[in-house]
């Protein structure tokens, strides 16, 4: 198993939990390290049904929800759904200014998305 820099990743009743290491998520390398750990978990792990807990995360670079978005479809490509929790407000308004809050499936915390897997 490859090991992660910048994600922090669980199992909880077969959903893939990661957490983010990196409180602030701004620069390039960073974002590309990010991404090439999402493409591992998905595509050499085989790990479908993923929840992103962002508890952790105070800035989040607009760089970064392209990751995001690429995360979600290598994810349905898979068979699997992702889930995100724990976004703080001004992370939050990012993604309704995007519109990115209509695309991804944002829960309040963690066991509230957990418990939206098995719906």
């Known amino acids: 198993m490859a090991e992660n820099r910048r994600l922090d990743v669980s199992e ?7 957490e983010f290491v990196d409180r602030k998520i ?3 390398a960073q974002i590309q390290e990010i991404g090439q750990e999402f493409a591992d978990l998905v595509n050499a792990q085989g790990r479908s049904n993923m929840l ?12 970064a929800l392209g990751k995001l978005i690429n ?8 068979g699997g759904k992702l889930r995100m929790s724990n976004i703080r407000p001004e992370i939050m308004e990012v993604f309704a200014i995007t519109k990115l809050n209509k695309l991804f499936d944002i829960r309040e915390d963690v066991p509230d998305a957990l418990a939206a897997f098995s719906k």
């Open 12 to 18: 909880v009743e077969g959903v893939t939990v990661v």
């Open 26 to 28: 701004l620069d390039d």
């Open 52 to 63: 992103l807990n962002f508890s952790s995360v105070e800035f989040l670079s607009s760089s």
């Open 71 to 78: 995360l979600n479809k290598q994810v349905k490509q898979a």
